[in-house]
């Protein structure tokens, strides 16, 4: 059955697709510096094994009191000083993070509150890969006419979900915010996201214990677990490919890019994945995770705010990023440098 509505013969108005860019770049670290020294003698291991394991050297815990909300506030005030606006121009907040520990409200109306913005605001889980499904969801609003400034935030306090006795990630996750802000633009700054999810996995990366286990059973805080091979063999065998359908769906070759911004999950994946890619020795890779740790959803913004700021890649040019996690979730995209 066909239903004509009622008083209305035209075709509904739509807003002209346009392009989309990041404009700003900010990130935020913790003061708290945590050497590897205060890591390593609950899990009976060393500086060496670390170093040698995941190329991290120290890591940033928030400090007592310091929130999803406040880190995400720090790293957003440059992000929106570089793109030469003001909180109140904001069309939309986005916030990736699994850290926030509230089922609800989401963090991103406390931020845009804080701010002092009354735009549209809301969370999104993807864990590691949450920043580029973001960015996509940002790039789409905008292309679309929903939104001419998006401010998009990846955010974590895993310190609050680590188990310092667990060998396999006691050493590995940490705290931080990135964030950037997608805007209207004259010309493609977003390339295609390519993205998907491997359900099937879910186990390889995930909290240890449900909301239900740990208010029956009293356990305290929950914690994040990890099998550390499975998750090695899916990201370099699994996420090369990803990235190569991202350049290719943006029309760029390795040759062309300025910089590969992987998620930091361990140097070694991220030395594999340039390898498996073929990418020139002299390109700029991030590995913030030396000094920064695994931030997850913060970890791509945070690489690219240090590459920007040190001035080890140009404004204006081509930078391949990937992010890849929990769920098993991944989502890739080649964006134009701020």
């Known amino acids: ?32 510096v945590v050497p590897n020294s205060e890591i390593v003698e609950r899990i009976d291991s060393s500086d ?82 949450g920043y580029c499904h973001a960015v996509s969801l940002a790039t789409d609003m905008v292309r679309a006419g929903t939104a001419q400034h998006v401010l998009v935030v990846g955010v974590e306090r895993l310190s609050d979900f680590t188990s310092p006795d667990d060998r396999g990630t006691a050493f590995i996750f940490a705290d931080g915010a990135g964030a950037a802000v997608v805007s209207r633009s004259e010309s493609p700054g977003i390339g295609p996201t390519v993205w998907g999810s491997d359900g099937a996995q879910w186990e390889a990366i ?12 009293n356990l305290g805080w929950p914690h994040i677990g990890m099998a550390g091979q499975t998750v090695f ?47 020139p020795a002299d390109l700029p890779i991030a590995r913030d995770i030396a ?4 931030t997850s959803a913060a970890s791509i913004p945070l690489a690219m705010e240090r590459m920007v700021r040190h001035g080890e890649i140009p404004s204006g040019g081509l930078a391949l990023q990937i992010g890849f996690g929990a769920g098993l979730s991944y989502a890739a995209q080649v964006v134009v440098i701020p």
């Open 1 to 32: 059955m066909t239903v004509t509505p009622k008083g209305f013969a035209g075709e509904l108005r739509t807003s002209p697709v346009s392009h989309a860019t990041i404009t700003g770049i900010g990130g935020y670290r913790p003061k708290r």
């Open 48 to 129: 060496e094994w670390v170093r040698e394991r995941s190329g991290i050297i120290e890591r940033r815990f928030a400090g007592e009191g310091e929130s999803v909300v406040d880190m995400s506030v720090f790293a957003t005030e440059p992000a929106l000083a570089m793109a030469g606006i003001e909180a109140g121009q904001l069309d939309a907040v986005i916030v990736a993070t699994v850290s926030w520990p509230y089922q609800t409200p989401a963090a991103a109306p406390m931020i845009a509150e804080r701010l002092g913005s009354k735009a549209a605001a809301f969370d999104i889980s993807a864990a590691c890969a």
């Open 206 to 217: 995930s909290q240890t214990e449900s909301w239900i286990d740990v208010h029956e059973k």
């Open 233 to 279: 063999r899916w990201a370099v065998w699994g996420m090369a490919p990803v990235a190569r359908k991202a350049m290719d769906a943006a029309g760029v070759t390795v040759d062309q890019l300025d910089a590969f911004i992987p998620h930091q999950a361990n140097v070694r994946i991220v030395d594999a994945m340039a390898k498996q890619l073929g990418l």
């Open 291 to 294: 000094y920064t740790g695994n």
